[in-house]
Structures are given as C-alpha cells and as structure tokens.
Nanobody
Framework: VQLQASGGGLVQAGGSLRVSCAAS??????MAWFRQAPGKEREFVAG????????SHAPSVRYRFTMSRDKARNMVFLQMTSLKPEDTAVYYC????????????????????WGQGTQVTVSS
C-alpha cells in the first residue's frame, strides 16, 4: 500500500486546514494520522477503522480535529480547526494491516505503511 499525504501549508492561529491522504489500495484495516514537531517525538493524532468507520482522536486535538474517510476513493482526511502554533508539525498518514483494538492505534510501531508527510505550520 502506498500512501500520499497532501494539503499542508501555512495558516494563522485560529484558522482551519484540511490534509488528505490517498492510498493506492484498501488492503488495510486501520488508517491513522500522526504528527512530529521539530525536536519532539512522533505522536498519534487520530485513527479510523476502515471497514466500520470507528474513529479515535487524541485528547490534544479532540473537538478541534476531525478524521474522516472516503472509501470509494481510498482516502482519509483530517479537518483541522482552531489551529494553534503548537499544532505545527509534519503530519503523516499510516496504515495498519491487522484489525487491532482502538487502544493500540497510538503505537506507531504497529503500522505497516507510512506516507511521506505534509508540513503544517501555524503562525501566531
């Protein structure tokens, strides 16, 4: 599975942005967004179970970010609102082959495929 993230850019604090990730196939069970800011560890942002649509969002982005999917186009999206400077990071999409419990989605080592990342910069 090849993943292609896009849609990043520069936005002012309080603004909105949507990033997308296109998959070359649907041969996976879970898709997720992670982010990594300079000098910081990669962190889980949100995930979705491909078949049933269950989603999970990290507490730091809950009520501000919404992950969705378009099964017909093999795409996932991350709609980001009320952006803060601390949201500045490279955002990566990742796909998991196995149908693991929601509680495990934050573990990056369980994902089998990664996209190249898209930069999101929020200015204050």
């Amino acid at each position: 599975v090849q993943l292609q993230a896009s849609g990043g850019g520069l936005v002012q604090a309080g603004g909105s942005l949507r990033v997308s990730c296109a998959a070359s196939s649907s041969d996976f069970q879970v898709m997720a967004w992670f982010r990594q800011a300079p000098g910081k560890e990669r962190e889980f942002v949100a995930g979705t179970r491909w078949s049933g649509g269950t989603t999970s969002h990290a507490p730091s982005v809950r009520y501000r970010f919404t992950m969705s999917r378009d099964k017909a186009r093999n795409m996932v999206f991350l709609q980001m609102t009320s952006l803060k400077p601390e949201d500045t990071a490279v955002y990566y999409c990742a796909a998991m082959l196995l149908n693991r419990p929601t509680g495990s989605w934050s573990r990056g080592d369980l994902y089998d495929y990664w996209g190249q990342g898209t930069q999101v910069t929020v200015s204050s």
